[in-house]
């Protein structure tokens, strides 16, 4: 037991100093585009604020940690396919699994959105091998339901290998809309400390990213893109701003936050109803 208590002890350490240490990072980069935030920073408004912020970031990555075993198994307990509606796959992101999509699917549930389906994404592959894992699972709903497109969620690395799927692997007639949750479309000066190849994909201007930016968006697509202001991962966070899509920006929510956020499920079950007949 005692060791037990000592792993927990050091997780919640290194996770809070790693939250603490990514937030400092984005205040610097806000700090130095904007220096007259440097006014009001000892603030006690402003103390609290960055608190509640560390806070929840710090909670929200202990709580994907938590869903990380359901993760696991998470494979096999997809809705059951249906052909009453538009199939929904939901995509996670870097370092992540399926289980810190456990909440946002049980939301869509709730709001009656009943076919839903993930996969697993593991970050040392590359980007073209798990863009080929969403078209399979794509075409097998399509073929398991007898809808011709389904609707994309994509958190983080999700919404890039989405947008890849749609703009340049042929996608874009099997979706019918693209959510993307806290995406860095345009890359992030973070990247470069990602430990996976596929960090080297985000970099700010990268030969990836290039190639999305140059591919248009389909129009017949409806796409959202739900992201932070205080995202302490996309940096800066107006990286995540997709021109030609529907931008909601919020405040107070760090990166993983956004996935346990009930302002960002209700955002996106708005935009799914919006979309039914």
């Known amino acids: 037991m005692g060791l037990i208590l000592d792993i927990l002890f050091w997780l919640v350490v290194v996770t809070v100093a790693a939250t603490v240490l990514t937030f400092s990072f984005s205040w610097y980069e806000a700090a130095n585009a904007n220096p007259s935030l440097m006014d009001g920073r000892f603030h006690p408004r402003s103390l609290f604020f960055a608190f509640r912020l560390i806070a929840s970031q710090a909670c929200a990555i202990l709580w994907s940690l938590l869903l990380r075993p359901a993760g696991w198994f998470m494979g096999r307990g997809n809705s059951p396919v249906r052909n009453d509606q538009t199939p929904i796959v939901?995509?996670?992101g870097l370092f992540e699994n399926q289980g810190c999509l456990l909440p946002l699917k049980r939301r869509l549930q709730l709001a009656g959105f009943l076919n839903i389906h993930s996969i697993s994404l593991p970050s040392w592959h590359n980007a073209e091998y798990l863009t080929e894992r969403v078209a399979k699972k794509v075409d097998e709903l399509r073929h398991a339901t007898g809808l011709s497109r389904v609707h994309l969620i994509g958190h983080s690395m999700g919404g890039i290998l989405a947008r890849n799927f749609i703009q340049i692997r042929g996608g874009e007639k099997k979706v019918a809309s693209c959510v993307l949750i806290?995406?860095?479309?345009?890359?992030?000066?973070l990247a470069p400390f990602a430990l996976s190849p596929l960090g080297r994909l985000l970099i700010p201007e990268s030969e990836f990213l290039r190639r999305?930016?140059?591919?248009?968006?389909?129009?017949?697509i409806p796409m959202i893109s739900i992201y932070s202001r205080h995202d302490n991962f996309v940096q800066p966070a107006a990286n995540a701003h997709l021109a030609g899509a529907v931008n909601v920006e919020l405040r107070g929510l760090g990166h993983t936050s956004l996935l346990y956020s009930s302002e960002v499920h209700n955002e996106v079950i708005s935009f799914l109803r919006r979309l039914s007949p």
Request: glycine residues 10%; aromatic residues 0%; charged residues 15%.
């Open 90 to 92: 939901l995509l996670h």
């Open 212 to 220: 999305l930016a140059e591919s248009p968006l389909p129009p017949q």
């Open 182 to 189: 806290g995406v860095p479309n345009e890359g992030s000066r």
